[in-house]
């Protein structure tokens, strides 16, 4: 019972981002109850969200030892290997966890199976995996980010343009720039250069922090140069 509510008191500590709370309580849980898969996929995920990948495999992969059915620790260990560049470990899992048809989270699945494919350059099957995501759950930041970016790379600019500005939507809540970006260089490759050059200004007015906000400034300078 202890180890229960340790856990519970750990699941809440990451659902409001404190993380070093959250490690402290599981940790406590885990010397409770050694055989709870939960709490071993809740370390995983805590360590995960902290950038420590071995960490995070190893709770993931103790999950699994406990009950190889877990099909959610099973996709958190996809996430970890694509975040690991070991895409091929990490599509073989993810296929794993498809295979499940009792499992309610598919649309993850989809998207790590669609991270795997598009980090190998295989951006016609990511672009149908992530439309698959898309269509469990539409609004998906992640999923409709990647599905721009995917027909993107297949240089289907006005099909991209669609895609991109969909997921601007759905990304900007959770300060989320990369569509943004993309979006703009689909427009400049599209000849549309008004269109491209109001969407980087927009990225460095509503993102002062974004990851794109240098190369916005930079395509910025460039698209002017040229003019």
Known sequence: EKAALYLKIGASQIENGNHPAALSALLKAEELDKTNPVIQNTLGITYFSRQKNELAEKHFRQALALNDKYSEARNNLSRVLVQQG?????????????????YTSAEKAYINLGLSQFN????????????????????????NSYYGRSIFELKNYERASTALDNAIGF??????DEPHYYSALTYYRLGQKEKSIARFEELIKIYPEGQYREKAKAMLALIRKTD
């Open 171 to 176: 990304c900007q809540k959770s300060l989320y």
């Open 120 to 143: 190998r350059k295989l951006y016609a099957d990511a672009a149908e995996s992530f439309l698959r995501s898309i269509k469990i759950s539409r609004d998906n930041c992640v999923a």
């Open 86 to 102: 070991r895409h091929q470990e990490a599509e073989k899992e993810v296929r794993i966890v498809l295979e499940d048809l009792t």
